[in-house]
């Protein structure tokens, strides 16, 4: 059973950049494809981005490529997404999902869920 | 990048009632079509994938199908605890893409 813990609440101005990051456990990251999924107020599930196993890179969607950075650390099984050069609208929980690679189950598992409100 | 159209966006309906939810893919995505449920303030909950593979736990009410690029979500009895947004999401190629959400409200 695998289980995502993301870190806590943010509150960041406009410009600003913010790192969360989704601890695993009960698999390791190397096992796993990680994705980001955020639900901002009023708007639908958005996926961000993800580990794409079959050509071993991490894809963004393009709204957000430029501005996102999905990276892992695989000595602690953790991993992070940075979004940079923030504005109102980024205002959202941001949830990490994963699946087992190779698998075709998508999001399995998600995180709890990180707000992340950004505001003058 | 496949776009999914999801509709209706929101419907009301009784306990009981049949409910039906489609999204149509701008292509072909093999059936590597899931459905998610997400209540207010909760974490979204997967309830089938690859088309119509419930997933282990989740009521027998829920069924999907399709083929191609038109996919169905239905309910058949309408639960009090089936209340919130659902959202389809093609996992067949990246970009990976949810639909816009169906908000369902209990009459």
Known sequence: QVQLVQSGAEVKKPGAS???S??????TLTELSMHWVRLAPGKGLEW???FDPEDGETTYARKF?????????????????ELSSLRSEDTAVYYCATEVRGSYSPFDYWGQGTLVTVSS | ????????????ASVGDRVTI?????QGISNYLAWFQQKPGKVPKR??????????????????SGSGTEYTLTISSLQPEDFGTYYCL??????????????????
């Open chain 2, 1 to 12: 990048d496949i776009q999914m159209t999801q509709s209706p966006s929101a419907m009301s």
């Open chain 2, 47 to 64: 309830l089938i994938y690859a088309t119509s593979t419930l997933q282990s736990g989740v009521p027998s009410r829920f069924s999907g």
């Open chain 1, 65 to 81: 490529q430029g501005r996102v950075t999905m990276t892992e650390d695989t000595s602690t099984d953790t991993a992070y997404m």
């Open chain 2, 22 to 26: 489609t999204c149509r893919a701008s």
């Open chain 1, 18 to 20: 913010v790192k969360v």
């Open chain 1, 22 to 27: 989704c601890k695993v456990s009960g698999y």
């Open chain 1, 48 to 50: 961000m981005g993800g």
């Open chain 2, 90 to 107: 093609q996992h067949n190629s990246y970009p990976r893409t949810f639909g816009q959400g169906t908000k369902v409200e209990i009459k």
